[in-house]
């Protein structure tokens, strides 16, 4: 081997197991499976001999790849819901105040040692056990880590930390500096008719109206203009403050013409109301 690479520990080992094999979860205790290993270190791409190997000893998932050499060990506090996790951590591309390599590596520890007593501002806008398992939110004593997540949530472009200082309330660190800001959302099954498309400010907003069933674009703030959305029906829902009037103005003129059946909501924020609200709103706007 050309190089020896780090040993996988934590959500960095589960990143590798979930895009290698689905569901390696149910490997039985002390069976071990033969897989490709997705992004192999030496390829750069799938290892298509099927020469990474993960054993289950005791509820601990061990693995080592045979061509690339990279191994770890991964012991999951509670199954997962399966989903891919693909992050990239670029190390040293400084996009703010911080790189986003020590974000991530922040991001990650965080994932790993979070307890169960979920921060009240999540718990406020009805964010459970559940649901902070789903999007993979994190939080430590710096505050909340927000994944911003690209098309489906399989692929993180970046992280919001909504800071318990409060100043500011919000940093937002993308993985390079041409990572455009903003997260699109889309569901991944097949909805006959298409789900329309709500555009908020902010991300938990978005995961709140995913939960109910649309595609989302976060803006991650009151400007910004979303290109290249596929849906047929777009809904503006930014803040019901001057700030939001704005922004949703702005974006109306400019979304009218490529969208003719734009529309716009006004109305407290989606994260604020109950999931089942939000889910008949979206039957409707979608119907």
Known sequence: MSHTPDVFKGYNAKQLLDASYLPWETIE???????????????????HKERLYITNKGGTFLFHCFNCGAKGVYTPKELPYGLIHKVIDTGSEDTTAYNYGKVHKDFCNA?????????LWLLEHDFGKEEVRFFNIAYDKRGIYLPVFDDVISHLKGI?????????????????????????LRQTEMFVPQPPLFITEDILSAYKLYSAGADVFALMGTSGLPSG????????WLDDDFAGH?????????????????TAVFMQEPKTMPIEELKNIVTVRGS
Not at 111 to 119: A, E, F, R, S, V
């Open 29 to 47: 205790e002390d069976k071990t499976v033969a897989v490709r290993h997705h992004e192999c270190l030496d390829t750069g791409a799938a290892d």
């Open 111 to 119: 994932y790993d040692n979070k307890d169960d007593d979920i921060p």
């Open 160 to 184: 919001q930390i909504r800071n318990f200082s409060g100043k500011p309330k919000y940093s937002t660190y993308m993985m390079t500096r041409d990572t455009p800001k903003g997260m699109h």
């Open 229 to 236: 959305l596929p849906n047929e029906r777009v809904v503006l």
């Open 246 to 262: 704005k922004g949703a103005l702005e974006l109306y003129k400019n979304l009218k013409v490529v969208y003719p059946s734009l």
